[in-house]
């Protein structure tokens, strides 16, 4: 695995791959990787010749009061977690790097940046949307990947892939739960064991108004009304919504089409977010143009590649 921090070594290490007929693929990460992370390596190995991780914990979409100067890192750990993983290229910039003095243009995203994270977080995704725009730019990857924890995020990257003509495929992977259910997060380090356990109450809600849904639940306030029932415990909710999974619109009632149901709590000082799929699934064979040997490919991958090259973990 090369270990590279500037822009030009790394294209010139990705020119390299594609003289020799390699299909690139990214997997972008803000570091402290976990399960969720790897799961995205694993897709991209299953599918690509090349896998590229960047790590860069990127300061443009963190806002003025939010936890940008304490998020988590451990690059050494998260440098042997990619070597022992099957990463071809770790990319890990500074900020420099990424945003040179007298930096001042930026990717404005559309309506799906406004409701959920948005209305909380200004500016988050227009920081997400240009790092994430810049890291294509940079690598120039065949598929990026993403995970599905990250809902909104996905939409809006999808939506300016589409918008700007961007050449890359956006590959979505299923959210990677612990096994009482919560979703693996790097901020669940800063969870204590009572307030992680107070947290499994955000995993509990969407699950129960998920097996509602499977059950025949389409009114909308009563998914609603059946998740909030779980949430007593969470110190302040910020927002529980089902969204249009297209638009991230509020769906007429009863559901026809298919949504999310997405959330965002405060568990002490620390702000977790999650989501459930009302539909068949937000899962890798919900995305446009992803043929039947690239699925095979990826679902022979995850299953085989955590025995093999992730064994020695």
Known sequence: MQT?????ELRHAVARE????????????????????????????????VTVVSIFVNPTQFGPNEDLNVYPRDFPRDEKLCSEGGVTILFAPDAREVYPAQFQTFVEPGDLATPLCGAFRPGH???????????????????????????QQCAVIRRMTTDLNLPVEIFTMPTVR????????????FLDDD?????????????????????????VEKLLELAKRHLGEVDRLQYLEVVDAE???????????????????YIGSTRLIDNVALKG????????????AALERIDRGITEGRGNARKSR
């Not at 020799?20 to 690509?48: F, Q």
């Not at 009482?180 to 997060?185: E, K, P, V």
């Not at 356990?197 to 998920?210: D, F, G, K, M, P």
């Open 195 to 219: 307030n992680r356990q107070r947290a499994l109450s955000i995993s509990r809600a969407l699950l129960a108004a998920e097996a509602a849904f499977r059950k025949g639940e389409r009114d």
């Open 281 to 292: 699934g937000l899962t890798l064979r919900s995305v446009a143009g992803l043929d039947t």
């Open 247 to 265: 638009t991230l619109k509020r769906p007429e009632s009863p559901l026809r089409r298919p949504a999310a149901l997405c959330v965002a709590a």
């Open 125 to 151: 995704f227009r920081g997400v949307a240009t790092v994430v725009s810049k890291l294509f730019n940079m690598v120039q990857p065949d598929v990026a990947f993403f995970g599905e924890k990250d809902f």
């Open 18 to 49: 594609r003289r020799s007929g390699n299909r690139i693929g990214l997997v972008p990460t803000m570091g402290y990787l976990h399960e969720g992370h790897m799961s995205l390596v694993d897709a991209c190995r299953a599918a690509c010749d």
């Open 178 to 189: 612990e096994a009482d259910g919560l979703a693996m997060s790097s901020r669940n380090r």
């Open 4 to 8: 590279i921090t500037n822009v030009a």
